[in-house]
């Protein structure tokens, strides 16, 4: 009895593992609609959410923090805003280690008409990404609004040509999460701007949201989630961020294939029960 009391406690504990892409667990991170190293604005930006930084702030204001907490800098560990960009930094490590969300599929680029499928984690064969005019992203969360998508970048992503984006089946951008290795910028000549980008960016080194030429034009672009960089973060114009919306870091419940294979091992259990007590008899 008490073998099978166990072996299902086991299971249930495991199963949710089956059912796919856990979400980067912020933690104290979550509230920050903007947190970094260093936090620079040159224009009217507005963040949904705190806005942080560990060692220096300029140009808040003119930017504000809305429904949330403007802090000043610097912010010593163990503070609100240290032990957020702890989170992040150790959030961010784990998402971008391929062995806690190991790639399953790979893109060659920016380039025309990409799907992406919730649940999974992508990756580029090249290094270093940027966007080719046209490029037109699709993220569909196969009706299941709790799917999570996944997208490393090994060093550097530009986005410096125009990118759309459809949302389909289910899928929300608070669930989509762009690991940069090094710098994610979204900048470059005025034809391109306003940008709107869905997820949330992760960047182990700095991000850049550019106005185009001289930088402090009107809006730059908006960023439907949040933005975090280890270094630097540099907005310019009106950059409208988001910030985290809706739930993340949570295990998410047991996919199909996970219902079937416990369904599978218990049904096993059962049998092997049932021939037990015949036995006994």
């Known amino acids: 009895m008490r073998i099978w009391f166990w072996t299902l406690l086991v299971l249930v504990v495991a199963v949710p593992a089956f059912g796919g892409v856990v979400a980067?667990?912020?933690?104290?991170?979550?509230?920050?609609?903007l947190l970094a190293g260093t936090i620079s604005n040159t224009g009217t930006s507005v963040v949904t959410g705190n806005v942080g930084a560990t060692i220096t702030i300029t140009g808040f204001p003119p930017g504000t923090a809305v429904s949330g907490t403007q802090f000043t800098a610097p912010n010593a560990p163990g503070t609100t805003v240290g032990q957020a960009y702890t989170d992040f930094?150790?959030?961010?490590?784990?998402?971008?280690?391929d062995v806690s969300t190991p790639p399953t599929q790979t893109k060659s680029g920016l380039a025309g008409p990409i799907t992406f499928l919730g649940n999974t984690v992508?990756?580029?064969?090249?290094?270093?990404?940027?966007?080719?005019?046209?490029a037109a992203l699709t993220f569909d969360a196969n009706s299941d609004s709790s799917e999570v998508f996944i997208i490393k970048v090994t060093r550097d992503i530009q986005i410096n040509a125009p990118v759309t984006f459809s949302l389909i089946n289910g899928a929300l951008s608070s669930n989509i999460y762009w690991i940069i290795g090094r710098d994610a910028t979204i900048s470059g000549a005025t034809n391109v701007l306003p940008v709107t980008w869905d997820g949330n960016i992760l960047a182990g080194r700095n991000f850049t949201m550019s106005a185009g030429t001289g930088g402090s034009g009107p809006l730059a672009g908006t960023i439907n989630g949040c933005v975090y960089a280890e270094t630097t973060a540099t907005l310019a114009g009106t950059t409208d961020i988001g910030g985290c919306v809706g739930a993340t870091g949570s295990v998410p419940e047991p996919g199909s294939s996970g219902l079937v294979a416990l369904g599978c091992l218990l049904g096993t259990l059962g049998l092997r029960r049932f021939?037990?007590?015949r036995h006994t008899r």
Do not use: C, K, M
Request: net charge neutral.
């Open 122 to 134: 992508y990756n580029f064969s090249s290094t270093d990404v940027s966007s080719v005019a046209g």
């Open 89 to 97: 930094v150790t959030a961010y490590g784990l998402a971008f280690s």
């Open 275 to 277: 021939r037990s007590v």
């Open 24 to 33: 980067p667990n912020l933690a104290s991170a979550f509230p920050f609609g």
